[in-house]
């Protein structure tokens, strides 16, 4: 079973979470307001979404999908802004983009602008990621494997969806250190490829458990 010279230390996280001083009654304030706060808030109610939501608890896949679903119960915008994959964004200005353009095409379409009639308004916030090592550190594939199974979700948002999105890598912590310490760039890629959109950290977590069996399954571990 192949040592890593490098091993994997698993990293959990806590969000230190921040209101902006930001908040939208109506659709149209929504988008002025998403056009004017800081870019952090912005992946805060997108990519962020993924680790406050775990198992996914709506149907959306973002803080302002929800919203207009749940509290102004416009149900054709939220479906037009709920399938938005932040991960597709090559920037998080490109993102904040789409989303108010969504939002403009949506409301140039109606004489009357959606608004909170019984919900509660729309508050921005953004959040400061803290973290925090978690178990030994791993130097082979098995052993990686033991501790993927067992630590808190949160490492999988830390390693899997905040290191390529904030951090903007061009691939994840777990590829990154299979293929440059443990030289399994098959694995790797495989893991590369998984998409986390529109799913839980649960089941991103048993996706590459399944992938990282297969390859202790095949002796090359």
Known sequence: MTRAESSFQFMGCVELRQVVGRRALDERELMDRLEEVPLDSVYYHTHGYFL??????????????????????????????????????????????????????????????????????????????????????????????????????????????????????????FAEWIRGSLHLPELATRIERLDTYMTNLERIRARVLALVDGTLDGGRG
Not at 125 to 148: C, D, K, M, W, Y
């Open 52 to 173: 406050r939501h775990r198992p996914m608890s709506t149907p959306y896949g973002n803080d302002f999908a929800a919203w207009v679903a749940v509290h102004v119960r416009d149900m054709a915008l939220a479906e037009r802004l709920g399938v938005v994959n932040p991960f597709d964004s090559r920037s998080l200005d490109e993102l904040r983009d789409d989303l108010c353009g969504i939002i403009d095409d949506h409301l140039a379409r109606l004489s009357t602008v959606p608004r909170v009639e019984f919900g509660e308004p729309f508050y921005f916030q953004q959040a400061h990621i803290v973290e925090v090592a978690l178990g030994s550190p791993a130097f082979t594939l098995a052993e990686f494997r033991t501790a993927l199974a067992e630590v808190d979700a949160s490492a999988i948002y830390v390693h899997m969806v905040e290191a390529r999105a904030r951090l903007r890598r061009r691939t994840d912590d």
